[in-house]
Nanobody
C-alpha cells in the first residue's frame, strides 16, 4: 500500500505561481512512477505531468509544457509540481498518483488507469 497526501493548492491570480507537494508513505519502494492529474468541474480527469522511478525524466501535457515543472526530494519521499504563469483554465482539483507498473518506470504514464494509488486532491483556483 502507498499513501499519498497533496498540499499547496489555493486561490491565485492569473500569471501567478503555486507549488504543489505530494508526500508518499508506505511501500514507496514499489513505486515506479509518479503522475499528476487534474479534474475541472464537469470534465474528465486529465493528465498533467509525470516522472519515472528515478525522477530524472519527465513528460508534460502540451497545455502545461513550459509552465509546469516536476521535481523530487527523494530524502523526503516528496514530489513537487511547480506551476508558473497560471491561467484561469488551470483551475481544477489536482491529484498526484503513484504507479506500481514497471512499464511506467522510464518517465511515467499518461493515463489514470496506470495509477492504482491516488491522493485526496488539492484545489487550485486561478482568478482572471
Amino acid at each position: 500500500q502507498v499513501q499519498l497526501v497533496e498540499s499547496g493548492g489555493e486561490l491565485v491570480q492569473a500569471g501567478g505561481s503555486l507549488r504543489l507537494s505530494c508526500s508518499a508513505s508506505g511501500r514507496t519502494s514499489n513505486m515506479y512512477a509518479m503522475g499528476w492529474f487534474r479534474q475541472a468541474p464537469g470534465e474528465e480527469r486529465e493528465f498533467v505531468a509525470s516522472t519515472g522511478r528515478s525522477g530524472d525524466i519527465t513528460i508534460y501535457a502540451d497545455s502545461v509544457k513550459g509552465r509546469f515543472t516536476i521535481s523530487r526530494d527523494s530524502a523526503k519521499n516528496t514530489d513537487y509540481l511547480q506551476m508558473n504563469s497560471l491561467k484561469p483554465e488551470d483551475t481544477a482539483v489536482y491529484y498526484c498518483a503513484a504507479s506500481l507498473y514497471e512499464h511506467c518506470s522510464a518517465y511515467g504514464c499518461d493515463h489514470p488507469v496506470d495509477y492504482p494509488y491516488w491522493g485526496q486532491g488539492t484545489q487550485v483556483t486561478v482568478s482572471s
